[in-house]
């Protein structure tokens, strides 16, 4: 990544990238690691379908998604689920209640610096289909029939995997 130019600390030109995630300035001996950030995504499944958003904003504006986001500093991946669906959709699930499915690692480029997150999906399966009030951050939310979700509609490189391994599972079987 070659966001940053010159060094924050010492305004030198010619800070060291060579390492990916780490930058180095050799006039001061200023260091930045670029590390990942960790986000979740919620499936929230009612029969064979689950509810996916229309992302309002970049990256990936007007394509498909799962309710989620990053999570905040001194936040477990539960609460960050259970915050982002009340934010999002004014759906509330407790923190108890979500299955760990899996992870997949991915890049969210965002005015012009790539981020780096590791993904991590989990699972609410709903007895009744919730009300939906969709928030300031989301278009949209439908829920489609896991067979039918098109995955070429869908914006995020993760939350594709994802999808694309629910569709091989037979997640409704799954005991919840
Ligand atoms: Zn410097």
Sequence with gaps: MKAFNYCPQCGY??????????????HCGFTYFHN????????LLHGDEILLTVRKHDPARDM?????GFVDRHE???QALTRELTEELKVVVGESEWRYLFSFPNRYPY???????SDVFFLKKMETRP??????????????????VELESVGLDSVRSALCELKKINIPGIIV
């Design 36 to 43: 990942m950030a960790a986000a979740v995504g919620a499936v």
């Design 76 to 78: 477990s991946l539960e």
């Design 64 to 68: 498909l998604d799962l309710p989620g």
């Design 13 to 26: 030109e010619g800070l060291d990238w060579s390492e990916d995630k780490r930058l180095t300035c050799h």
């Design 131 to 148: 009300e939906i009030v969709v928030g300031d951050d989301v278009a949209d939310a439908v829920w489609v029939s896991i067979a039918d």
């Design 111 to 117: 005015a012009g610096i790539s981020y780096y997150t």
